[in-house]
């Protein structure tokens, strides 16, 4: 599946044409409402996959038991990596972001089937390195926000997300993730 097959089939993508991305939260009641990503690589693609539209009106969601109405905010996807982020303007619920990270790799594997079964296309998402962050609202303003601020360990499961603090408005950096 090439780049510009996923660029004309899939909603909400924007193409990174500079370094710098803002995510919005759409949530009126957020805190946590932009946060800048610096150092995006260039042709990067967004997708904003928690838009209330889709797969919602097929599926019932049961809950935590079946959470299939729950997504993380975005897909980053560069030539190696699909990172899955959720901002999060208040305590980060572990259990919560897990479901919304399990149910949005679910999506890009049925996004891939489609896109195998119509189009006859190898899988996009498939071979690509997944990682799973949750960018949080830093209460303390009085934290330098370019420290480390952000743990390093392995986010290569859902179970297992990278939790960055920031402001609101405030930057991050791709290497972050």
Not at 8 to 26: D, I
Not at 121 to 128: Q, R
Not at 161 to 174: A, D, H
Request: one cysteine or more.
């Amino acid at each position: 599946m090439s780049k510009d097959n996923v660029k004309k089939y899939l909603n909400y993508l924007v193409e990174c044409t500079t370094a710098k991305y803002t995510l919005v939260e759409t949530d009126p009641n957020a805190k946590l409402k932009k946060v800048v990503i610096n150092d995006i690589p260039q042709g990067a693609l967004i997708v904003r996959i928690d838009n209330g539209d889709g797969i919602n009106n097929l599926l019932k969601s049961d809950g935590d038991d079946f959470p299939i109405n729950k997504r993380s905010d975005y897909l980053i996807i560069d030539e190696k990596n699909v990172i899955f982020v959720e901002m999060k303007s208040k305590n980060v619920d572990k259990k919560d972001c897990i479901l919304k990270f399990k149910s949005s790799a679910c999506l890009i594997s049925y996004i891939d089937n489609l896109f195998n079964e119509f189009l006859g296309s190898n899988s996009y998402f498939e071979n690509k390195a997944k990682h799973y962050v949750v960018i949080s609202l830093q209460i303390s303003c009085y934290k330098d926000p370019f420290t480390k601020n952000y743990n390093t360990k392995s986010n290569t499961r859902p179970g297992q997300f990278r939790n960055i603090k920031t402001l609101n408005g405030g930057e991050v950096f791709y290497q972050q993730f």
